[in-house]
């Protein structure tokens, strides 16, 4: 699948997102769940599938992520455009550049990763700002504008318990990685992969799926699930690492 998000976003699955649906049950399904939502891939291709079949609680402790839906689905993209575009105008070197990464706001949060990728804080002072494009050219405009969406900024595991308990839901856990991306944890105390360990998925009563990286220390705590399925997954980013991930299902 072609990106179908406005920037370069750290785990997306828009590669994987095929491999993912073939590999999911939607019988009796009304609402799927992403307690870590990202750029929102599966869903989106979900949502490609099955027009306007599903409702959709996307979540992301990143409140930026969410304030973007708002301002699509709020018809404010005019005014958010218009925005950037005076903004960017306005760095000349690095210096303004790093001044304005230091601030805390929606417009330096998307400069700082549309134009710089999946690296926030370079700078190349022959980026053309000029090559900016609308959010309405992006194709999760029409996802988060025409489907049925609930949009959070909350804990992954506090959405997770807030929704496992319905059959007909459908839970896609995408968490970050154990210790290497513990910061984008909104509780630094939070462990998902724990909290799952101990509290059965398998008893859950709602279809959950898990991806995640299939390290040996997953293998343990998952090891008594049946429903497994182990792929290559290569970064395409800087790195161009590869490795294994594994699927999880509940039942």
Request: some cysteine; proline content about 2%.
């Amino acid at each position: 699948m072609n990106n179908h998000f406005y920037m370069a976003y750290c785990g997306n699955k828009r590669n994987e997102v095929i491999l993912l649906y073939d590999n999911l049950n939607f019988d009796n399904i009304t609402t799927i769940i992403e307690p870590f939502c990202g750029s929102c891939a599966m869903s989106y291709y979900i949502a490609l599938k099955h027009p306007n079949k599903f409702k959709y609680i996307l979540n992301d402790n990143n409140d930026y992520l969410k304030q973007i839906y708002e301002i699509i689905k709020n018809d404010k993209i005019d005014d958010f455009d218009n925005e950037i575009i005076k903004i960017t105008s306005t760095i000349k070197n690095k210096e303004i550049y790093d001044l304005l990464c230091k601030e805390k706001n929606i417009y330096a949060w998307f400069i700082k990763n549309k134009f710089y990728r999946i690296r926030p804080g370079l700078f190349d002072k022959d980026e053309k700002y000029d090559k900016y494009k609308s959010l309405k050219k992006y194709p999760v405009y029409n996802f988060f504008k025409n489907e049925n969406i609930e949009f959070y900024s909350m804990d992954g595991l506090d959405c997770y318990k807030l929704y496992k308990d319905n059959q007909e839901n459908l839970i896609l856990i995408d968490p970050p990685y154990m210790n290497s991306c513990n910061s984008l944890y909104k509780s630094k105390t939070t462990n998902i992969y724990e909290y799952l360990f101990f509290n059965k998925i398998t008893s859950e009563k709602s279809y959950i799926c898990l991806i995640l990286e299939n390290n040996w220390i997953i293998q343990l705590l998952f090891n008594d699930i049946v429903n497994k399925i182990i792929y290559d997954k290569k970064y395409q980013l800087y790195s161009k690492r590869e490795t294994k991930h594994i699927i999880i299902i509940n039942h």
